[in-house]
């Protein structure tokens, strides 16, 4: 029975991936667009020879269909193409892009999970007193900030004006990388026992990982007050406090459970957006992650990194909800056995 | 502490609807009040404005002043005049933007519930594979394709969004439909499409309400940031994703982008507020329908 | 040939000196950190660890590479240099991009080059002497004989060959500039190039950086071929991106096209050893750079626009360098009835050429900007003086309008998302919407991003089209395109036979050899075409350097933006 479940879902995965790697090829060639006048000189693209060598060299003088099934083929030894822009591998890209975004999401939800439950919670058990108001103009004013407008700010007042922060990029420049495990630069310096790279990579992902939570935070905090709110008010919450257990031990030891449940589905939907690559605050920071990328190989139609971009952002959908739905389970048996 | 841990627990429903008076209020009452004055600015703006936001007649990079209250851009514009106007094109494109998404999602959410079978099958992994998609590349491949426009923007932004819509409305459907009075109309040999029309849609209009008028601050948000990138606003409208950006290339004239995010900051948090008052007011059951599926 | 100036000396003794001190102090010297916390800049990121100045005192770790770009104060070892990138290749053979030229100029050097930022004259240098003949069409290069590549092998005839020829059938962005020239190895130390036309502008061409000269032989053994075929035989780009194969005052440390590349100094130099030994050249988005070079954390930015530098200006700390740049940015109106009725007809052309305001739309640019009398830029033989630059002529520009019926609309398009020397192409199309409406033209701005725009253009779809020219080589012979029958002038809809008396001239000049000949030749091409032709020259735009003053002299470089060997001295 369980198998079957695995087996469905997979199929259904592989068909979600399919049809996203479909609709990037189809999307980008209905674009009225030349990638040989985006990345061709301003000479070399009246020389019909620079022209076809450049279309023969990324398999575009092929009709469609063709460079379709070729893509799929290709694919399918982990060959994901060249990227027009970059000049390397596509996946040589997602191999260094996936995890600077995912050491930025990483550190932007664990920023949110701590400060937004912890508010959350705090702002239920007050509830409708002052600091509970107090929280909600913060947390809606979280959501309501252009990220943009924010991280610009950040980067002024915080970087520019009071060098708390260093300024863009992943490292100081010139900076030697970690031996590469991870990929996320803390990480892997941490790994290697390199703190004072550790130190840097730190803060340079600090800054504008605070500035993506800022969104978070807010909209984690509201959710767990009302999904804690809730749970006070069933039946067994209040026999629990009839027998006279304290709030907090109440808290923590009968809602938190329970109100953790929907609480999880916003952090995996945050995780996976933040994952897929935020496409202004990375362009801000010169952050070289998803975003940018993707934003970059749009602009100018570099069809096979759009397309490995798809591919990465529709796996990382899928594995976040697999996950999501595996700790649903953990955490509350009763929907496992449903 | 005695004091917080009444605050706490076993508040009776009377005192919670006094203290909620007491302090939800104002919030809804703020929220309002903002949201008013932008859209009587919008509505105004030419007779406010001290000047035609796009005259280049001012010199260039001026500080705020007495003159210009909120200096001038690098093309000699004043400031004000374009956060004023800019307010006639972000807040009715959010409108129509959340009308078109919530109009595109609902339906297809609620003819999928209702009719189930292929119908949903279909709608359903078609919503799967929007949210799977990055969205920067869908809108830049409408934008491209139909050219930079903030209506082509608010296109693209609706083939994004139109899914979560799609799904609460479903799921509302769903839970609707198996509920006993449908299950009883359709005995009594009402149409299942007049059982859709009579008993519900009128209970699902509720909660998409809410999620629509929740959707409009992040509306305002998503519209500003294409224009930020240079996928939305044409050159000269007074956008203010726009003119975020264009105060991002000169730092040191800080008032070319600042008083533009506050604009936006502000509109965007008025909406909230007003949202956010009107899901409390909301049943428990459907408004966590609404949060769950607004994100 | 281009012996040692006599004050090298002192400036190696300097640079010994500042190194040394530099190595002294430890990898972060105290001193250092004494003048970082003074003057509040400190390069964070360590902020938050205990304290930079306690780990130094333990001695046990190396300090980060990120603590060496200090505030003022003695020279830094690693030059930080932020370019917003357009990076694809460091095979100089295929490159063509400005970031590109910055690294190619660095890692190989050319048989001709330029002396400082004088680039009307090519001076010798891999070549120690050349010759042409009378009709420009065969070239003879000798070669010096203290040149090695860093394999030890020396210079030969043939590497200048084998380098040449490849480009040339690489069929790549730079393929153009061998366009149907040969070379041959005469013998160890002579090379030939023939050229089919008389080609007097091949001096000035061949110090462009797509032209360095590799070791073949080592190229050869990573799949490198000069052969017809190169353009798919070729494959030695990819070992070019991990290890340089030139001459060069630098060698390839790390080649990555989006975060960093770095440059060390060749050790085997020939000529005069760089002052740098570590060069950090560092993808950084235009906004930021502003940032980075005031707090310290980069000593040369590249991509300022001319409205950031007024307040950098006033900073002793930064040296700000200020040029106008050969860009050359112009307007179009399409020839081509097809495309619009209005903007074919040479009453528009005339409403345009003097309802410009060209004042008002050079103020955008900067304060080194300059405007344009005609198509060639300012530091290139045959351009025009100032004076004959149109003058706008508000009642001129508006009878012409009125012949047209008056009340003309026309659409104009850019690419919105491009960005040249800082500028923007946005703004200015909404200058030019702007005066252009004060003669009564109405412009509707259509920008693209710039894979859209660029398909619009090259179709010749454009009714009005703002863009720009970035010189392929410092040669007026470049600007040809711009006429009747040129790639631009077809994009703008002006085919071959449009205007033959004007085509009579772009043909003899062609031709001509001698400089002295061929200046009155370029000046009345341009006269023609402020006369009758459907291009607007605009402005060049203010190109800035911007560094720390404790870098040492820096020059902005018209043809390869900067020369990052000559940076420090």
């Known amino acids: 029975m369980l198998s079957r479940f695995v087996a469905r879902r997979f199929a259904a995965a592989v068909a979600l991936a399919f049809g996203v790697v479909l609709v990037a090829f189809l999307l980008t060639n209905l674009v009225p667009g030349d990638p040989a006048a985006a990345n061709l000189g301003q000479r070399a693209i009246e020389d019909p020879d620079a022209v076809a060598a450049f279309r023969r060299q990324y398999g575009l003088d092929q009709p469609l269909p063709v460079q379709f099934g070729r893509y799929l083929t290709n694919l399918l030894t982990g060959d994901l193409g060249r990227s027009q822009q970059t000049n390397r591998p596509v996946r040589t890209d997602l191999a260094e892009f996936g995890p600077a975004s995912a050491e930025l999401a990483l550190t932007a939800t664990a920023i949110s999970l701590v400060l937004g439950i912890g508010l959350g919670t705090l702002a239920a058990v007050r509830r409708d007193g002052p600091i509970d108001q107090a929280l909600r103009v913060v947390s809606l004013g979280g959501v309501s900030v252009p990220l943009f407008w924010l991280a610009l700010i950040a980067l002024y007042l915080l970087s520019f004006r009071l060098s708390l922060f260093p300024g863009a990029g992943r490292l100081g420049p010139g900076a030697p990388r970690p031996p590469s495990v991870t990929g996320m630069y803390t990480v892997d310096a941490a790994l290697a026992g390199d703190w004072a790279t550790f130190r840097s990579a730190l803060g340079h992902v600090l800054l504008p990982a605070m500035v993506l939570a800022a969104y978070t935070i807010g909209l984690l905090t509201r959710f767990t007050r009302s999904s804690v709110l809730e749970v006070l008010g069933n039946d067994y919450v209040r026999a629990a406090h009839a027998k006279g257990l304290p709030v907090r031990l109440v808290v923590r030891r009968h809602v938190m459970r329970a109100a953790l449940v929907p609480i999880i589905t916003v952090v995996g939907t945050a995780f996976a957006s933040l994952l897929a690559g935020t496409v202004l605050v990375e362009q801000i920071f010169s952050w070289p992650g998803i975003g940018s990328y993707a934003y970059r190989s749009a602009t100018t139609l570099d069809l096979p990194a759009i397309m490995g971009v798809s591919l990465f952002v529709a796996l990382v959908y899928i594995f976040v909800n697999f996950v999501v739905d595996v700790l649903y389970g953990v955490i509350d048996p009763r929907i496992r056995a449903s | 502490m005695s004091a917080h841990t009444a605050a706490g627990i076993p508040l009776t429903r009377r005192q919670r609807r006094l203290t909620r008076s007491a302090w939800r209020q104002p919030l809804a009452v703020i929220g309002l009040s903002i949201a008013s004055v932008w859209l009587a600015i919008a509505a105004l703006a030419p007779l406010i404005a001290p000047t035609d936001p796009i005259l280049q007649e001012s010199g260039r990079f001026l500080a705020p002043s007495a003159e210009h209250l909120m200096g001038t851009d690098g093309l000699g514009r004043d400031v004000l005049s374009r956060v004023l106007y800019g307010a006639r094109i972000s807040i009715p494109l959010a409108f129509m933007l959340v009308g078109l998404s919530v109009t595109v999602g609902a339906t297809l959410g609620a003819a999928a519930g209702y009719v189930g079978g292929w119908l949903e099958e279909a709608v359903m992994r078609v919503v799967d594979l929007v949210f799977a998609f990055p969205p920067i590349i869908l809108a830049m491949a409408v934008v491209a394709a139909l050219g930079p426009d903030l209506r082509n923007a608010v296109l693209a932004i609706v083939v994004v969004s139109w899914p979560s819509y799609a799904r609460v409305t479903r799921s509302l459907v769903l839970s609707l439909r198996s509920s006993e009075y449908v299950a009883a109309s359709r005995l009594l040999g009402v149409s299942s499409a007049r059982a859709l029309v009579r008993e519900v849609l009128p209970n699902v209009a509720g909660p998409v309400l809410v999620l629509a008028t929740l959707e409009l601050g992040n509306a305002v948000l998503l519209l500003s940031g294409l224009s930020f990138l240079g996928l939305g606003a044409v050159p000269p409208s007074p956008e203010w994703g726009a003119m975020v950006s264009e105060g991002a290339r000169t730092f040191n004239f800080w008032w070319i982008g600042a008083f533009p995010g506050l604009a936006i900051l502000t509109v965007v948090l008025a909406f909230n507020f007003l949202g956010d008052s009107l899901r409390d007011a909301l049943d428990p059951q459907t408004s966590r329908a609404v949060r769950e599926r607004a994100l | ?569």
């Not at chain 3, 002529?393 to 040249?420: I, M, Q």
Request: hydrophobic share 40%.
């Open chain 3, 1 to 569: 040939m281009r012996g040692i100036p006599p004050k090298a000396p002192l400036a190696l003794i300097i640079a010994l000196t500042v190194a040394l001190g530099a190595c002294g102090g430890g990898e972060e010297g105290g001193t250092d950190e004494a003048v970082e916390s003074d003057t509040g800049t400190t390069p964070t990121g360590d902020d938050d660890a205990p304290s930079p100045a306690t780990e130094d005192a333990d001695g046990a770790t190396t300090a980060p590479e990120e603590a060496d770009t200090g505030a003022a104060g003695p020279r830094p070892e690693t030059l930080v240099v932020d370019k917003s990138f357009d990076l694809a290749t460091a095979d100089p053979g295929r490159q063509f991009e400005v970031t590109g030229t910055i690294v190619g100029v660095a890692l190989y050097d050319t048989l001709l080059t330029f002396e400082d930022a004088d680039v009307s004259t090519p001076v010798p240098h891999l070549a120690e002497s050349f010759e042409a003949n009378d009709d420009a069409t065969e070239f003879t290069f000798t070669l010096r004989d203290d040149v090695v590549f860093a394999d030890g092998s020396a210079l030969e005839a043939d590497d200048v060959a084998f380098s040449l020829n490849r480009v040339r059938n690489l069929k790549g962005n730079g393929s153009f500039l061998m366009d149907g020239v040969t070379a041959e190895a005469v013998d160890e130390r002579t090379v030939v190039l023939r050229a089919e036309q008389p080609t007097p502008q091949l001096p000035r061409i061949l110090p462009n950086p797509t032209l360095g000269i590799l070791n073949a032989d080592l190229v050869r053994e990573n799949g490198g071929t000069d052969a017809e075929d190169a353009a798919e035989a070729d494959t030695a780009e990819e070992f070019l991106n991990t290890q340089s194969a030139g001459t060069g005052p630098y060698v390839l440390e790390q080649f990555d096209t989006t975060t960093e590349t770095i440059l060390a100094a060749n050790p085997d130099y020939w000529g005069e050893p760089p002052v740098y030994d570590r060069v950090v050249l560092r993808n950084v988005e235009a906004a930021t750079q502003a940032l980075n070079v005031q707090s310290a954390q980069s000593s040369i930015v590249l991509d300022l626009a001319a409205d950031q530098l007024g307040q950098l200006r006033g900073d002793p700390s930064l040296d700000v360098v200020e040029e106008a740049s050969p860009n050359i940015w112009f307007l179009f109106a399409n020839a081509n009835p097809e495309i619009s009725d209005v903007t074919s007809n040479p009453d528009f052309r005339e409403a345009v050429r003097y309802g410009l305001d060209y004042d008002a739309i050079l103020e955008l640019a900067g304060d080194g900007a300059v405007r344009v009398p005609g198509i060639i830029p300012n530091v290139f033989l045959g351009a025009l003086g100032e004076q004959e630059a149109p003058q706008r002529d508000v009642d001129r520009a508006t009878a012409a309008v009125e012949r047209l019926g008056g009340d003309v609309t026309v659409e104009l398009e850019y690419p919105s998302d491009f960005t040249a020397n800082g500028l923007n192409f946005g703004p200015v199309a909404e200058r030019v919407q702007a005066t252009l409406a004060e003669v009564g033209i109405t412009v509707e701005l259509t920008p693209a991003p710039i894979a859209t725009a660029l398909e619009t253009y090259r179709a010749g779809e454009e009714q009005m089209g703002l863009w720009l020219w970035a010189p392929d080589y410092p040669d007026p012979a470049d600007y040809l395109v711009f006429g009747a029958g040129g790639i631009v002038g077809l994009r703008a809809g002006w085919p071959a036979g449009s205007d033959p008396e004007l085509e009579a001239v772009m043909e003899e000049v062609a031709t001509t050899v001698d400089d002295a000949e061929r200046e009155p030749l370029f000046e009345e091409f341009q006269r023609q075409m402020n006369e009758r032709g459907v291009m607007f020259p605009l402005f060049q735009p203010t190109a800035s350097v911007v560094a720390r003053t404790d870098v040492g002299p820096v020059q902005f470089h018209p043809a390869w933006t900067i020369d990052l060997e000559a940076v420090g001295r």
